[in-house]
């Protein structure tokens, strides 16, 4: 049988690196696989389709598919995951250490339709009770002026976003012009001014932990997703790359586990992920699939509905092959 050629753009994590280097085949395809900064990929893939394969955000993929394009067939593999509590920034001097207190107030964020924003908000709804149609919101790109929204929104009613092209968003906090900014990227005023400005939860790690423990949502940021016209001309692509990612991740870990050499250029690594594990089971350190993965897809999709970023509701089943969950049980 001919290998399938395909080309896949993806940032580099270890739990892809086998898979880019070659070190874990994919059945039936020669893969060329590009490793390039994440917006440079969402931007080249989801403006143009660029590549056969690719990371895709959750919020620019999942507004897609409801607005119903269908070109892309999601694979429940998730690259990128992370908590956002440690994503929201505020003056030192401004005393918000409760997000309660963000209600009324002026909030940045990079695009309504950010991934990272979209749980940053749905947090402070449902965790802290936060209305946000009380919120002025501000857009405008992080450290550098320009940035707009990439897909199209049906904001509910309530809701303002004041649009600020021509500035960013580390300035605006800097001169006070917003009282705090939820963004996935740190603004540069974080690591310029550490005596102006802060991450509202200091000790993020304690409060992440506690909000999986009391909700069980491991935010996904990245999914992977496939061009559909060569899913229905190759039927068995999905299970072979499902397949691959699952073994170079697999292997990702065990070396996060190695005790006997330092795979990490970290200290202690292996007895962060003995803690890692205590806290979140080893099942749910790095799970692949749609049911392992319901309780935070379910979250965000209806965060996303609930914000306007999704123009009708959606199943994580519309957007990722469940078929593959059948075949490989993880």
């Known amino acids: 049988m001919t290998?399938?050629?395909?080309?896949?753009?993806?940032?580099?994590?270890?739990?892809?690196?086998?898979?880019?280097?070659?070190?874990?085949r994919c059945e039936g395809v020669d893969l060329n696989v590009l490793e390039?900064?994440?917006e440079e990929i969402f931007h080249r893939f989801i403006a143009h389709r660029q590549f056969d394969v690719s990371e895709v955000s959750m919020g620019k993929f999942s507004a897609l598919r409801a607005a119903g394009d269908d070109s892309l067939v999601g694979l429940p593999?998730?690259?990128?995951?992370?908590?956002?509590?440690?994503?929201?920034?505020?003056r030192r001097d401004s005393g918000l250490t409760d997000p309660t207190r963000l209600a009324g107030l002026r909030v940045g964020i990079p695009e309504w339709a950010q991934t990272a924003a979209v749980y940053s908000r749905g947090l402070l709804?449902?965790?802290?009770?936060?209305?946000?149609?009380?919120i002025t919101w501000v857009q405008a790109g992080v450290n550098q002026p320009g940035r707009r929204e990439k897909v199209a929104l049906s904001l509910p009613g309530g809701i303002v976003v004041e649009r600020r092209p021509g500035d960013?968003?580390?300035?605006?906090?800097?001169?006070?012009?917003?009282?705090?900014?939820?963004?996935?990227?740190?603004?540069?005023c974080f690591f310029d001014r550490p005596?102006?400005?802060?991450?509202?939860?200091?000790?993020s790690r304690e409060v992440e932990q506690e909000y999986f423990a009391g909700t069980g949502i491991f935010p996904i940021m990245h999914a992977v997703a496939v061009r559909r016209d060569l899913v229905e001309a190759n039927p068995w692509l999905l299970s072979s790359l499902y397949k691959a990612f699952i073994e170079a991740r697999d292997r990702s870990l065990a070396r996060a586990r190695e005790s006997s050499v330092s795979f990490w250029p970290l200290p202690w690594a292996?007895?962060?992920?003995?803690?890692?594990?205590?806290?979140?089971?080893?099942?749910?350190?790095?799970?692949?699939?749609?049911?392992?993965?319901?309780?935070?897809?379910?979250?965000?999709?209806q965060f996303g509905l609930e914000q306007g970023v999704?123009?009708?509701?959606?199943?994580?089943?519309?957007?990722?092959a469940s078929a593959v969950d059948d075949l490989f049980r993880i």
């Open 125 to 134: 709804q449902h965790r802290y009770g936060v209305d946000l149609s009380s």
């Open 77 to 90: 593999v998730f690259p990128s995951r992370m908590f956002r509590h440690s994503s929201i920034y505020v």
């Open 168 to 188: 960013t968003l580390t300035g605006l906090l800097v001169d006070g012009e917003v009282d705090a900014v939820l963004s996935a990227h740190a603004p540069d």
């Open 36 to 38: 390039m900064p994440v």
């Open 195 to 203: 005596d102006v400005i802060t991450r509202m939860f200091e000790d």
């Open 270 to 301: 292996a007895s962060h992920v003995r803690e890692v594990e205590r806290v979140m089971s080893t099942e749910e350190l790095w799970p692949y699939g749609i049911e392992a993965n319901r309780r935070t897809l379910d979250a965000f999709l």
């Open 310 to 320: 999704l123009s009708a509701p959606l199943d994580a089943a519309d957007m990722f």
């Open 3 to 24: 290998r399938l050629r395909l080309t896949m753009a993806i940032g580099a994590y270890d739990h892809v690196r086998d898979l880019a280097t070659g070190a874990v």
